[in-house]
């Protein structure tokens, strides 16, 4: 916490900071202000809603600091920056950017608020670095309702792929370590993206669809219909990293394809075969050197720790759980959670490098760091504490219920 006191001028939020990050890092079942600051021994949650919403501090500027940490944490050269969004469901329309939209969290179309991030992965591990929500233009195109939610005047509509270019050049333009960027269709059938990383240049291996257009020295074509072309020999069998079941074995082989004219590099389409189902993936690299097909697909393999951070976030440091619906307060949450989740997966690196696992046990993971990290910080609050959040909880969902009922009222004929 020392690295971001100094972005907090006043010691109230400074010390309330400090509360609200450990509760994100206990063993709390649910993860909003009320539980957090229950868990701080405040007496009511107004503190932490404060904090979140009108307290002077700049989250992007803690962002940044998040950054460095990871970075210096987890510093590797050949790290990759892996780009992904992922949604949290939501009620309602008054949360800042929720629309119905396709979330993968439902894996349909869902009323749903969509984020979009960015991982740092490197050898010893994987932690997100940057953050940016996704406005649909159902919002940026009603400037009342974008008001209302605190939105800023000045923001346009940008895609998620605009995101991740913006993200990335962040990223890049503070000295990330870093050679490669990975992500999945949605960023990979973009050619602005694509553009800009070869513009730096930075090397990548994104996913594109199947019928992605790709011209070779003998053609234009869609990326499947190249597949019968490849001779049996050219297929090499290669791990595109450990699972949690083991070497994940699959089919690949690289294809050239043209260099645009004028620009230095190398380009390829890397294909993926599943060994059992024969289900295809296909991939647009560049490199600014030649690179062989290994690094392709380490590069390839490395695209799934952004799901692994999801998980983790979500499930140890509640960054899907906020109950915030303004736009500042959705980025100061986000931060803070990703501060946490950061500090779990540089904690867990750290001790796998410096004290390797005896015989018969496995490494400490992010999730068995937080399980003995929240028995010592577990605070122990007297019964008269716990009642009087018990009154105040109830006294609150009693005005609640008094308000929709009147409103309800109001409503009818």
Known sequence: MSRISGRFARVEPRRRVRRLVLGLLSDLPRKNCWTLAEHAGDASPDGMQHLLHRAKWDADAVRDDLR??????????????????TGDL????????????????????????????????????????DRALYVPRSWTDDPDRCRTAGIPDDLSFA?????????????????????????????????????????RP??????????????????????????PRIPRRAWQRLSAGAGAKGERYYDWAQLDITRPEGRPGHWWLLIRRNRRSGELAFYRCFSPRPVPLSELVRVAGRRWTVEETFQAGKGLAGLDEHQVRRWTSWHRWVTLATLAHAFLAVTAA??????????GLIPLSSNEIQHLFAALISPVHDLAHRLRWSHWRRRHQARARQCHYRRQAALQP
């Not at 994104?206 to 219909?225: D, E, I, K, M, Y």
């Not at 750290?350 to 015989?359: L, V, Y």
């Open 159 to 199: 895609t998620k792929p605009q995101l991740a270019t913006k993200m990335i050049q962040r990223a890049l333009d503070a000295g990330t370590p870093t050679r490669w960027v990975a992500g999945d269709e949605v960023y990979g059938d973009n050619p602005h993206l694509r553009s800009a990383l070869e513009a």
């Open 350 to 359: 750290t001790e796998r490098h410096d004290r390797p696992a005896p015989d």
């Open 90 to 129: 939501k009620k309602g329309t008054a949360t800042v950017g929720v629309q119905r939209q396709y979330t993968g969290t439902a894996g349909r179309i869902e009323n749903a608020q969509v984020a979009v991030y960015l991982v740092y992965s490197a050898a010893h591990g994987h932690a997100a670095v």
């Open 68 to 85: 460095s940490y990871v970075v210096e944490h987890l510093r590797d050269d050949a790290a990759v920056l892996v780009v992904d969004e």
């Open 202 to 227: 930075i090397g990548y291996v994104l996913a594109v669809s199947s019928t992605h257009q790709v011209t070779t020295p003998a053609g234009n074509f869609q990326a499947r219909a190249l597949v």
